[in-house]
């Protein structure tokens, strides 16, 4: 026998179930109680950077659209800087809750884009939206990452899309560019299945 | 540089598991990519006082307008720690459940079960500096779901915490000591190891009880723990 590691395991995750709105979005759900909703205004209107929209729809192995999935986002400021790490821009969250329409499942937020972000070790990493996706049939939360399509120098040397082993699968993670902002598809099965990150 | 402890997935629900019939279509089929945590991932969203108010975490009141909510009252408290055993302080801690006859407040939930005209169901709150969480509330029934002809959820709180990465992040739920639905729940049977489903149920917490008033239990929240590299000169500053 050895000793014992005194550490402590993680909490497991559970899907976060079909009404995940009641907790993170009650007005959605259908009834008002919090003064103050979070997650609803990633960048205030002062914000500095280039408004965008972003929209998009998770489809199943099926093709169909998840109509029940709640998607954070985090991203950096304009100037590629994270909020808890010195953002300066008051009017700068960074952090935000999307939820699609219960009959569709089409999405959309607005933000600002993101700057290239330089990591602690002096990489630079292409302007991204990371994203985290819970729904009923998720059993653990899924992690991916936005990029987007007019910034081709930029994915091209980017770290992390350059760890995805298949060139095409990095096209999944890359937005398409269409009248009044960007359009983000995820697929969570093959064919065109979205690469989810374990962070 | 300060990096996350990584993810032990098998002590973590497998994402497809066919008795959970929703995760046959909605789980990923190509292996996730491993990465090394970036800024992205290390940093994450803050919370304070002025983002929540200080009866969120009260669910006994914070949607009652005729009087008290129907149901077993109950008092739900732990710490959030992370995996080194350190509290988290000042993360959000939010909740939402079922009333006590197993009906949700939410538009798409029809189950014949009644509403509650004095019952939300959600609460937040920000742990203390020591980790410590706590909420009121009414103990949530069971109710049925479609997976089996017969399937019935066992009593559950849902639970969200942030952290402080964004890789922290997690949703999970919380059952009840000795509740019969545990075992035969196909969302719980996801999780390959009874020890990690065992962490998923708060204790009946007789001294933290109020005589007359509520019972409680008690369920403790373990985020990632955080490491740094040997180089790093504050290896207990993180």
């Given amino acids: 026998m050895v000793q014992k590691l005194d550490y402590l395991k993680e909490t497991p995750s559970q899907t976060a179930g079909p009404y995940v709105h009641i907790g993170l979005a009650p007005g959605d759900a259908g009834f008002d109680i919090y003064r103050h909703e979070l997650g609803r205004d990633i960048a205030g209107p002062d914000a ?9 729809v998770v489809r199943d192995g099926t093709g ?40 569709t499942g089409e999405w959309a937020f607005d933000t600002i884009k993101p700057g290239a972000v330089t990591d ?24 991916t990452r936005l990029y987007f399509p007019d910034e081709m120098a930029a994915n091209a040397s980017d770290p992390v899309l350059n760890l995805i082993e298949q060139p095409v699968r990095r096209q999944t993670l890359i937005a398409e560019q269409v009248e009044g902002g960007y359009r983000f598809d995820i697929q969570l099965q093959c064919p065109s299945e979205t690469v989810f990150f374990d962070v | 540089m300060t990096q996350l402890f990584p993810r032990d997935r098998a002590w973590h629900p497998q994402a497809l598991d066919p008795n959970y019939k929703t995760s046959v279509t909605r789980s990923p089929t190509q292996p996730l990519l491993s990465l090394e945590g970036t800024t992205s991932e290390l940093s994450g969203p803050t919370f304070g006082h002025s983002d929540i108010d200080p009866l969120d975490n009260d669910l006994l009141r914070n949607f009652a307008t005729t009087g008290d909510p129907v149901g077993e009252r109950i008092l739900l408290h732990g710490r959030v720690l992370d995996e080194n055993a350190r509290p988290v302080p000042n993360t959000l801690v939010e909740i939402w459940q079922a009333n006590a006859g197993g009906r949700y407040r939410h538009k798409k939930d029809t189950y014949l079960a009644a509403i509650d005209p004095n019952f939300g169901g959600c609460g937040r709150t920000l742990t203390d500096d020591q980790g410590y969480y706590r909420f009121r509330t009414v103990k949530p029934g069971a109710y049925p779901w ?5 399937s019935w959820r066992p009593a559950h709180i849902h639970v969200s915490v942030f952290g402080t990465s964004f890789a922290q992040r997690l949703i999970t739920q919380l059952y009840f000591e000795g509740d019969p639905l545990i075992a035969k729940c196909p969302i719980i049977n996801t999780i390959p190891d009874p020890r990690a489903i065992d962490q998923l149920v708060a204790a009946l917490d007789i001294n933290a009880s109020v005589p007359f008033d509520c019972l409680a239990y008690k369920f403790d929240i373990v985020l990632r723990g955080l490491r740094s590299t040997y180089f790093e000169n504050r290896p207990e500053g993180n």
């Fill in chain 1, 120 to 143: 602690q070790t002096g990489t630079v990493m292409a302007p991204h939206i990371n994203l985290w996706l819970v729904a009923r049939g998720i059993n653990l939360g899924l992690n």
């Fill in chain 1, 48 to 56: 500095s950077g280039t408004k965008i929209t972003v929209r998009g």
């Fill in chain 2, 146 to 150: 479609r997976n089996w002809v017969s």
């Fill in chain 1, 64 to 103: 169909a659209p998840v109509k029940d999935v709640l998607i954070e986002t985090w991203q950096a400021d304009a100037n590629g800087v994270y909020p808890s790490q010195g953002s300066v821009d008051p009017s700068f969250r960074g952090w935000g809750r999307v939820i699609p329409d219960f009959d």
